[in-house]
C-alpha cells in the first residue's frame, strides 16, 4: 500500500499580508489586494496595476548577508517557509537523522527577472569591462531557492526546481507527493515564489493580450468567470506547503491539517499560450488527479479554479469541469482566489494549495469576488462574492500553464 | 573621507559586519566570514570607488584589512 502524505505546515507571502492567517482572514472576507503599481514608475505602461508584495522585511527572515545575496523571489520563498516550517512544528535545522529523509521542491515561473534586468544594462554599456556580481548568476536560477532552503533548514534530501510558468507551484506539491509517496523522503518544503512585477513583463504579457488594462479600478480588474473580465493581473509572492509522510507526522506529533490524496498533470499539445478550446488538457489532468485519489467526481465539494481572469482560460476551465463532473458540475462550488490576490505565476499553485487546505481545515470555501454579470457561457456556482460556509470534506486544486502544461491536486479531510 | 575610512566602509557593506570587527589583522575569510564570491564583490566594490583595477593576481594576496589598506594606499597615492 502506498504511504500516506499529509499537510502539516503552510506559509503565505501575499499581496494581502505578510501570514496565514492574516491572508487567509482578508481572502475570506473578499477583500483585493491589487493596487496601482508602486514599486517603479508605471506611468504610460498599458497596464498600471499589480498585486505587489510591499511589506515584507526581508531581514526579519534570512540572515542580513543573505538577503543582499539573494533575489527578491528567494527572500518570499525562504520567509513562506519558514512560517510553514514553524507551524509544523520542525526544529531549524533539521537534525542529522531527520536532514536527509527532508527535501524541497518549488515551483518557479521566471526566476530572478529583477537581478537579469539590472544586470543587462550594464553588460550592454561596458561590455568587458563591466563589473557583474558573482551573485548574478545565483540570483537568476530558480533553483537557488530550493538551494537555501536546503541551506537554511538543514534539508538534505530530494531537491528540484520546476519551471513549468503558471502551473509551477501545483505541480512542486504534486511531485512533492510522488517523492513522499515513493519512500525517497518523510518531509518535502513545497510550493512556489515569484517575484517578477516589471516593466518587461508589463510589456511581455501585454503583447501577449493577457493582462487586465483596468487601470482606473484596480481592486475590481481580477474578475474571474464574469462577463467583463478583460485578463489577468499580475501579482507576486509565494506559497508553501509541509507535505510529510503520514508516519513522520505522527512520530513527531505534528498537528495534521489535511491529506494530499491525488495529483494530474497532462499536456494540450495544442498551442504555446491559448488552450486547448474543448478543455482536452484540463479534462484528463483533473480526471488523472481523481483517478490518483481514488475518488469519484461527486466526492469532491470544491474546486479552486485556476480562473486567471482572461477570456479564453475561464470559459476552458468551465467546459472541462462542466466534461469531468458532469451532471454534478451544477451543484460543485468553484471559486478563484485570483479575483482578491491576482495572478502569482509561479507561486500561484502554492498559494492556492495553501488555501485549498485552509478550506478543508475550517470547512468554509472562499468567494470568487468582483463578479458582476454572468456570462452565459460560464455558467457554474463561482461562489459569487461572498465566501460560504458548508461541508467542505475534499478540495481540488487547478493550475494552468503557457507551454500548455497543466497539474491538478486533490487534498482531503485527514481521517485516522 | 579618508581613504582607510572609504575601504572599511566598503567592507562592512559588502561582508554584512560590524564596523568594531574590521581590525587590521582581520582575515576577510577567516575572521570576517567572507567566502569567494564575497571576495570578488568586495574587490569589484574598492574597484568602482577608488577608480582603479585590481588585477586577479594582486586580489589573490588581499587577505586582511590592512592588506587592502595597504593596497588601496598604494595604487592610489595617498
Redesign the interface.
Known sequence: MQRRVVVTGLGLVTPLAIGVEETWRRILAGESGIRPIQKFDASGYKTRIAGEVLDLNAEDWL???QV??LDVFIHFGVAATRMAWEMAGLPTPLDGRLGPRAGCIMGVGLGGLQSLEETIPQVAAKGPES?V???FI?KLIGNMLPGVVSMEFGAKGPNTCLATACAAGTHAVGEAMKVIQRGAADIMACGGAEAVVTPTTLQGFGSAKAISTRNDDPARASRPFDQDRDGFVMSEGSGVLILEALESAQERGAKILAEIVGYGLSSDGYHMTAPDPEGDGYIRCMNMALADAGIRPEEVDYVNAHGTSTDLNDLTETKAIKAVFGGYAGKLAVSSTKSMIGHMLGATGGVEAAFSVLAIRDQVMPPTINYTTPDPECDLDYVPNQKREGRVQRVLSNSFGFGGTNASVIFAEYRP | MDVKEKVKQIICEQ??VAEEDVVPEASFVDDL?AD??DL??MI?AM??AFDISIADEDAEKIKTVQDAWNYVITRTGN
Open positions: 540572515p542580513k548577508k543582499k545575496r563589473r556580481s558573482p551573485f545565483p | 561582508l554584512s566570514g569567494s564570491l570578488v564583490e569589484m574597484e568602482e
